[in-house]
């Protein structure tokens, strides 16, 4: 029988339908055969925006070879960087110019694809690098939220327009978005009628009931949530409590590079190299900090990766209700998942 299961943070509804379960087998697409030629790898430079900031070897100048990790803005940005703010109205509608910094993160200057193929010291240059940029960007007091993410595989248009280069986008904008606010207030709303952060408690739940683990390690805990969306949907979590991506410790971005290549390799693995999007979701910017709406942030709130594979396309019922149909239960996602061997062939 098919199950209607509440997500315990933002309460939207996901049906978990075992009669349309589907084995990993009937999700895999098929290979892409084109791609466009990569303008990301060492020594084509020259093909892309001037970098905003790298990670390189001592000596070597910007925009040249010899670079670890590279952060560049994009050439064709959701929002452009040089507007200033200018809020108005007309009549009942607001409005306000178009502004934000849009930057991708070049994850390696080799030609590879995703963040799984790259060794525990790379992996711990890009997390640097995301934080740094993350704290950054904050420094701009036109800005609320930075959207960190990841878009992987073909999701959209044709196999020509694809770049099989590993890399993640980085959007830094003057709203903090509803989806956002929704879980923000979600949070604290727990928080105030429990006084306990729920992402912590979720994480106490799934650690003691262990059928939804994925992966873990001293500092992370990944695992398929309870009210996944998506299959194989899968969520990596600080076990110490933190609000703040921003604030997360260099002692542990070895940690994350770990439970992050254990993630993404299984997916890879056990799906074929799927379409997928890899979201942060973490603590808006607080330039104003006594601002009542923040109060009580660095305890409710709890920074995580979202990873959301992309093996069912949303329909009539999906758009006009809101909710999701997943095929796979969690708990047989999570059970092919700690089963898989993640080891890059």
Sequence with gaps: MPELRRDPVVGYWTIISTERSRRPVEFRKGEIVEERSCPFCAGKEGET?????????????????????????????????????DRCGEGMYDLMKGVGVHEIVVETPKHQHDLDELGPDQLEKVIRTYVHRINELEKDPRFKYVLLFKNHG???????????????????????PKRVKEELAAAKSYFERRERCVFCDILRQEAGEGSRIVSENASFFAFCPFASRAPFETWILPKKHCADFGKCPPSDFRDLGAVLKDCLGKIRVLLNDPPYNMIL???????????????TIEEDTHWYFQISPRLTHDAGFEWGTGIHINPTPPEDAALLLRETDAAVT
């Design 154 to 176: 073909l999701i959209s248009g044709s196999a020509r327009d694809v770049i099989r280069h590993s890399r993640s986008q980085l959007l830094a904008i003057p709203i903090t």
């Design 281 to 295: 979701h973490t603590a808006p910017y607080r330039h104003k900090k006594k601002e009542i709406y923040w109060k």
């Design 49 to 85: 925006t001037h970098e905003v900031y790298a990670v390189r070897g001592e000596g070597s100048k910007p925009d040249s070879p010899d670079w670890d990790v590279r952060v560049i803005l994009s050439k064709a940005p959701i929002l452009p960087q040089e507007e200033v703010l």
